[in-house]
């Protein structure tokens, strides 16, 4: 066996890869093994009051973790058909991925959670992006499938929801002023998109070395600069190259018939009767999918993305274009696809928008990002996709 200080980085991480897979095909024989021992009933045959007892005694689980498991294993195991003669598993799809290792315990919680809101057969397309992806992004990946296989569905005939109030309470203790709101969905996000750009952390100086404020106080000197820069209203903090905006994205045909929903910035929707309202207001940018504008493009003038550039990159990505990453446009840049400093030009079709984390990334590692079709498609490095199939981020497709 060579020991592993002596592999190359890459083959490393593919053993490490194929070890978790046979971790996960022994995960799914234990699986199986617990949905026997509950169906036969194995708890009141050992004098148990159910079966997470057996298992916190047995393996020495918390009972927080057998129960996990047990209900895991439920999942998978199947239930009793109608006929009583057979057992049908509930999820076939996760089960089959489970058995080959390519799922987690974790993988097949969330996959069970998201199914709860989508027909039996979404479970293929789930299960597909959970083969590439971690269980936090396949909760995201459902939430959106279901908006988009429901979004046109007729409006239930249940009593309409009380309109969402703002509340904010105000409370003065030994000095300080203790504040805390409520705020409705499209208020709630002018308030982020105000405070996100002011929170960022300082950049690190030679002086004062990095940013260490905790998040809670950088959000909280955020809010005190917000105070301060209201009352010098005409010094509005830019953000992505223009004043701080909101913009709401809709389909022109949807905004002319007032059907459907319109996104917002950071990912909610609101209803089609509420555009034409926020189209009128200050600060928000109505931008309509399918009209004749054209996407901007200004050659090589520039390096920087100007404010028309970034808006449509918003209309085309709707957030961080990297698989799986879920960051909304206010925490994005705008990414030359071919290099400036390769002679690429800053324009819509040679830009993709990227976090902060993904941004690096792609710099300084073996991912690779292409422009094809019109749409932004990623490469893996060789250790994790040797035959480095293309990717793209699903979960913003639904919106």
Known sequence: MIETRLLPTDELLRSLVDEVVEIRVRENSVLQKIAELDRRGAAGELGYKNLPQVLRHAVRWDLTTAKKWVTNAGLLGGEITPTGSELAPVLPVTADAVAEGALSVEHVAVVAEVMKALPAEA??????????????????????????????????????????????????????????????????????????????PRPETVEDGPDLRPRAVREGDALAELVDLMLRADQLPEHGGEPVTLTVTMRYDDLAKQVGQATLDNGEHVPADQVRQLACSAGIIPLLLGAKSQPMDIGRKTRTFTAGIRRTLVARDRGCAFPGCGRPPRQCDGHHVRHWSDGGDTSVDNAV???????????????????????????????????RTPRRNLLHTAV
């Open 353 to 387: 928008l990227l976090c902060r984390h993904h941004h690096t990334l792609i710099h300084q590692s073996e991912w690779d990002v292409t422009m094809e079709h019109g749409i932004p498609t990623f490469y893996a490095p060789r250790w994790l996709d040797e035959n």
């Open 123 to 200: 479970e293929e397309s789930v299960v597909g992006f959970a083969r590439e992806h971690e269980p936090s992004a396949v909760r995201v990946f459902g939430k959106e499938l279901a908006y988009l296989l429901y979004q046109n569905d007729p409006e239930p005939r249940e009593a309409e929801a009380a309109p969402q109030v703002n509340q904010h309470v105000m409370n003065w203790k030994n000095g300080m002023l203790e504040i805390r709101a409520l705020l409705d969905t499209v208020t709630g996000a002018k308030y982020e998109a105000l405070l996100d750009p002011l929170a960022k």
